[in-house]
């Protein structure tokens, strides 16, 4: 139960940057605060 709440938690916050990025049309390099994968 503990993973797939985990799982979700992982996926749900993944989507809702990527779904923010659309939205606002903005790259991961205007805003490195929320993408902090690409900063790495």
């Known amino acids: 139960m503990a993973t797939?709440?985990?799982s979700?938690?992982?996926?749900?916050?993944?989507?809702y940057i990527i779904f923010?990025?659309?939205?606002s049309g903005k790259?991961?390099?205007d805003c490195k605060?929320?993408?902090p994968?690409?900063?790495i």
């Open 4 to 6: 797939f709440l985990l």
């Open 8 to 15: 979700v938690l992982i996926f749900g916050s993944a989507g």
């Open 20 to 23: 923010s990025r659309i939205k």
């Open 27 to 29: 790259t991961c390099d």
């Open 33 to 35: 605060s929320a993408c």
């Open 37 to 39: 994968v690409k900063k």
